[in-house]
């Protein structure tokens, strides 16, 4: 791993430790067989495409503050399914026609989920809980041979989460936001209560980082979409190509900071952590739901820009723009000083520079608007660049010794 990589600022991942009944990480970091991904992983992961896509959709109709806090406490049963699973393939073989039939019959619930977004306070709540708890009864029974499952993560999604939503989808608007943000406190709160159960468990570290790696992918590739499939109706003149290159390459930007810097970083962390299983709920199961959640609004926001360049678009575009971009960002500095103790300074400056700009946007036209975060974004890789190759060439052993 490039030593230059570390150090600089640029490299992170979000965190997220997922509600395995072992999900904790095994003490040591030492050597391990490397994993591969499944192809039923892979194919699972087409149903949240679609999921991504329907969340997105429920935030493009509802971005004020209320809708994002909607929207979130629809996304994160979805993504946690996502993790349970991802938890379970890592810390067993599942490359049998058993544990096949298992991911296969999660993602049929996370279809019925992400079905249910679009109506999930209108009156298909119930379907959404079911299709839940669904999936965490089918994640308990593939680990129902580990001993102590049910005290556990996946159990609290049994017990616990899966009933406080197929209830919620049962009641008013009021009181089912309510039950419904205590199911996602709970899941996320699982890996913590029960971190002491979850440290028994030998994760394998090259496994866990590409998974969530093609997770942030699926994410960007909504972003592609919210371009697309905006601009594809439009006229097309000179001024609607320049916005859809601006918000190509905003969306590039975000891949670049991810994949160029953080991946690796993040692999390694994993590598050499004497608690994997910290590791991975800090950086993994926490910091890519606030990763993955960013881009989401910037691909929202792609939707509501790339349209009309000329129109200005209003405190709500910029904010899920503007504040998707700055969240991303932040996360970074995060999950840099969760796995290095090292503050990501050019990405912090980065982010406080994009979210003070925000308000200065609300009154330009699209096309200014997008144009100017993608310079940001350029500017910040093309400065991390830099630093990452003089801080290889500082390392490197001068000519003769």
Not at 99 to 127: K, N, W
Not at 128 to 157: D, E, F, Q, S, T
Not at 167 to 192: I, K, T, V, Y
Not at 267 to 296: C, M, N, T
């Amino acid at each position: 791993m490039d030593v230059g990589t570390v150090d600089v600022g640029a490299v992170d991942v979000g965190a997220v430790d997922v509600g395995t009944p072992d999900g904790g990480a095994a003490g040591g970091g030492g050597a391990a067989e490397e994993k591969r991904v499944t192809w039923a992983e892979l194919y699972f992961d087409l149903v949240f495409v679609f999921a991504i896509t329907q969340v997105s959709g429920l935030l493009h109709h509802h971005h004020d503050g209320a809708g994002l806090v909607r929207a979130l406490v629809v996304f994160v049963p979805v993504y946690w399914c996502w993790v349970g699973t991802t938890v379970q393939a890592n810390i067993r073989d599942v490359d049998n026609p058993r544990d096949r039939l298992g991911i296969l019959s999660v993602g049929l619930a996370g279809l019925f989920m992400a079905l249910a977004v679009p109506g999930a306070y209108g009156g298909r709540g119930v379907l959404l809980g079911l299709g839940y708890w669904l999936a965490r009864v089918v994640l308990l029974l593939l680990l129902i041979r580990v001993p102590g499952v049910w005290r556990g993560p996946y159990g609290a999604g049994v017990l616990v989460s899966g009933p406080l939503l197929v209830l919620g989808g049962l009641l008013p608007d009021g009181p089912r936001l309510g039950l419904w943000a205590a199911a996602a406190f709970c899941d996320l709160a699982a890996p913590l209560v029960f971190r002491r159960r979850l440290a028994a468990v030998a994760y394998h570290p090259s496994h866990m980082p590409e998974r969530f790696a093609l997770f942030l992918l699926v994410a960007l590739g909504e972003s592609i979409v919210g371009i697309g499939g905006t601009a594809a109706g439009a006229r097309l003149d000179a001024a609607e190509l320049v916005v859809v290159a601006a918000a190509f390459t905003i969306s590039a930007g975000l891949w670049w900071q991810y994949f160029v810097y953080a991946a690796d970083a993040m692999r390694h962390a994993v590598e050499v952590a004497d608690s994997r299983r910290d590791v991975i709920r800090r950086i993994f199961q926490y910091g890519h739901l606030a990763l993955v959640a960013g881009v989401i609004g910037v691909a929202v926001g792609f939707g509501e820009t790339v349209a009309d360049p000329w129109r200005a678009l209003g405190p709500g575009a910029v904010a899920l723009l503007y504040g998707g971009c700055g969240l991303y960002l932040l996360t970074f500095g995060y999950t840099r000083w969760m796995m290095f103790r090292q503050v990501a300074s050019t990405r912090i400056g980065a982010a406080a520079l994009v979210l003070g700009l925000a308000p200065a946007m609300v009154r330009l036209p699209a096309l200014a608007v997008l144009v100017t975060l993608a310079v940001l974004l350029v500017g910040l890789n093309v400065l991390e660049h830099v630093r990452v190759a003089r801080a290889a060439a500082a390392a490197a052993p001068a000519p003769g010794e």
